[in-house]
């Protein structure tokens, strides 16, 4: 039987028990994601960090996710733009990266705009992620009520794990 679900990603390895089926082989992951926001002065997303370090992973991918730059914006103020923007999500990611270097595991920093619960399903695929590792606190804005909470709508747009960090 081929290792690989149905939806392309490798699950994750069963660890050294030689049962697979054993409910003492711990699962462990190679590649997790956490998506990382900003808000909250990354509050929320150290407690996701915390959370990914605990599952002992091989690697793991910071991912923030930028507002795509209008169309109408061009040239000079274009690139400008999307310094500003790459400088402060390098800064937002700079303490999480050194947290998960502090504890001895791979880290890379991926930046990219887009719509943020659908540029999280898009490079979780990509990578391939093993587990996405969220903070949710719920329903925010009344966008949430009508189309789910960035964390909702990530889990129904994949079928990769998902863990959700509550406060």
Do not use: C, W
Request: charged share 25%.
């Amino acid at each position: 039987m081929d290792a690989t679900a149905d939806n392309g990603h490798t699950p994750p390895s069963q660890g050294p028990a030689t049962d697979p089926a054993s409910a003492d082989s711990p699962v462990t992951y190679r590649k997790i994601l956490i998506p990382v926001s900003g808000k909250t002065g990354g509050r929320r997303s150290t407690a996701s960090l915390r959370h990914a370090l605990a599952l002992h992973p091989e690697e793991i991918v910071l991912l923030h996710v930028t507002d795509p730059i209008p169309g109408l914006v061009g040239g000079d103020s274009h690139r400008q733009l999307l310094d500003e923007r790459r400088k402060e999500a390098t800064a937002t990611l700079a303490q999480l990266h050194a947290l998960a270097e502090a504890a001895g595991v791979p880290v890379t920093d991926r930046i990219e705009a887009g719509t943020v619960a659908e540029t999280i399903v898009q490079v979780a695929d990509e990578i391939p992620a093993d587990l996405i590792v969220m903070f949710t606190d719920g329903v925010d804005r009344l966008e949430d009520l009508l189309l789910g909470t960035t964390t909702e709508r990530v889990l129904r747009g994949t079928d990769i794990a998902l863990l959700a960090v509550r406060r």
